[in-house]
């Protein structure tokens, strides 16, 4: 465990609701008898839903134990990737990428816009719990390059400005459109179709 972890103040139990333990148990089933302990990412991904977005040490432990592997083997895979909080998070948790295709199309100016709309840097949380922002590697969507994630809705060609009116529309409670924000569909060709058109 990281030191930050520890510095949290932690829950001291956990278990699954009845309806978590019940998704737990048709994902386990999902594996041959002797590997069951393959299903430690999406029964983390449970245990973080479950728990405001967040894998407390004791939800470690209990899928840990349900698993019926070391609890160390748990928290090196909650630790090693980044889809995993081992802390508290915003309501609304703001992941920038900024590896390669985002940053030569400009992610260095969506972070800004993003510290310049919340009022806190990365790594940060606003104060009343709203929103944290985060840097974070590739989100695979580099056709469509830069984007952001917000908790599980991805947020397409961004521009500082339709960055600011995700964050804007985000904070007055309102559910922005999802996807390319700009006038293409998908991962069209931005000035749309080249090939493969009707009647060619």
């Known amino acids: 465990m990281s030191t930050a972890s520890q510095n949290i103040e932690q829950p001291t139990s956990f278990v699954f609701s009845e309806e978590t333990l019940e998704k737990a148990n048709a994902v386990i089933a999902k594996y041959p008898e002797g590997r069951q302990q393959s299903a430690v990412m999406p029964l983390l991904d449970l245990a973080q839903r479950q728990n405001d977005n967040w894998l407390p040490v004791a939800a470690m432990d209990y899928v840990a134990d349900l698993l019926k592997m070391p609890p160390m083997k748990v928290y090196e895979v909650a630790h090693f990737y980044t889809m995993y909080n081992t802390k508290p998070v915003g309501k609304n948790h703001v992941q920038v990428c900024t590896n390669i295709s985002c940053f030569l199309r400009g992610s260095d100016k969506i972070i800004a816009a993003c510290?310049?709309?919340?009022?806190?840097?990365?790594?940060?949380?606003?104060?009343?719990?709203?929103?944290?922002?985060?840097?974070?590697?590739?989100?695979?969507?580099?056709?469509?390059?830069?984007?952001?994630?917000?908790?599980?809705?991805?947020?397409?060609?961004?521009?500082?400005?339709?960055?600011?009116?995700?964050?804007?529309?985000?904070?007055?409670?309102?559910?922005?459109?999802?996807?390319?924000?700009?006038?293409?569909?998908?991962?069209?060709?931005?000035?749309?179709?080249?090939?493969?058109k009707e009647g060619s």
């Open 115 to 196: 510290k310049d709309t919340l009022g806190i840097g990365l790594g940060q949380t606003t104060e009343d719990g709203e929103f944290t922002l985060s840097e974070v590697e590739c989100l695979g969507a580099c056709v469509n390059a830069p984007m952001i994630q917000v908790n599980d809705d991805y947020y397409e060609d961004l521009t500082e400005e339709s960055t600011k009116a995700i964050l804007e529309a985000l904070k007055n409670g309102k559910q922005p459109k999802t996807g390319p924000q700009g006038d293409r569909q998908g991962c069209q060709p931005a000035g749309g179709l080249t090939s493969l």
